[in-house]
T-cell receptor
Framework: NAGVTQTPKFRILKIGQSMTLQCTQDMNHNYMYWYRQDPGMGLKLIYYSVGAGITDKGEVPNGYNVSRSTTEDFPLRLELAAPSQTSVYFC????????????FGNGTRLTVT | KQEVTQIPAALSVPEGENLVLNCSFTDSAIYNLQWFRQDPGKGLTSLLLIQSSQREQTSGRLNASLDKSSGRSTLYIAASQPGDSATYLCAVRWRNYGQNFVFGPGTRLSVLP
């Protein structure tokens, strides 16, 4: 059982570069989420999706974009990397929104220099 | 703005002790509350999910309680072991607050052999 898979595990970007963080889940979950975790802080929601073709902003969406063309995949795009985007990024999924638990991937540690 | 707090930020106990971790949240109109464990450099592992209609959930040596009226949840760990050392986070989903789980900053637990 793979669950939620994120790639890459680590990445170093220069300021202004772009990249896509990949997330895929094999649990047929409708809901998918992107969070970032900064040291000493709780996780902050960046974007979420309630199904293929539907995405919406979370608490900290600036500087990011997402798409959801399939149920399984939910990539996060950074267009112009900034040092403030240095963080650990977690993808999560749940079967439904209100009552189902969240399942997390192992994260991507991103450094922007 | 909805917030989740966790006290203490860090806790050290000798092996074998029973311990309680605290989680407080604003506003009692929640869907559910979830407790997670996070090991260093890893993703979050779901421990227990308590729905708003429930008072507690148990899994092995773990027991989580929920008191909506006071805006509090506790995670009780019985007979602690060194392998329980990790950061424990609670997350709350509120009604009428979109799809966001709001996370607390976590309690870092060290169980000393």
């Amino acid at each position: 059982n793979a669950g939620v898979t994120q790639t890459p595990k680590f990445r170093i970007l220069k300021i202004g570069q772009s990249m896509t963080l990949q997330c895929t889940q094999d649990m047929n979950h409708n809901y998918m989420y992107w969070y970032r975790q900064d040291p000493g802080m709780g996780l902050k929601l960046i974007y979420y999706s309630v199904g293929a073709g539907i995405t919406d902003k979370g608490e900290v969406p600036n500087g990011y974009n997402v798409s959801r063309s399939t149920t399984e995949d939910f990539p996060l795009r950074l267009e112009l990397a900034a040092p403030s985007q240095t963080s650990v990024y977690f993808c999560a999924s749940s079967y439904s929104g209100e009552i189902s638990p969240l399942h997390f991937g192992n994260g991507t540690r991103l450094t922007v220099t | 703005k909805q917030e989740v707090t966790q006290i203490p930020a860090a806790l050290s106990v000798p092996e074998g002790e029973n311990l309680v971790l605290n989680c407080s949240f604003t506003d009692s109109a929640i869907y559910n509350l979830q407790w997670f464990r996070q090991d260093p450099g890893k993703g979050l592992t779901s421990l227990l999910l308590i729905q708003s209609s429930q008072r507690e959930q148990t899994s092995g040596r773990l027991n989580a309680s929920l008191d909506k009226s006071s805006g509090r949840s506790t995670l009780y760990i019985a007979a602690s072991q060194p392998g329980d050392s990790a950061t424990y986070l609670c997350a709350v989903r509120w009604r009428n607050y979109g799809q966001n789980f709001v996370f607390g900053p976590g309690t870092r637990l060290s169980v000393l052999p």
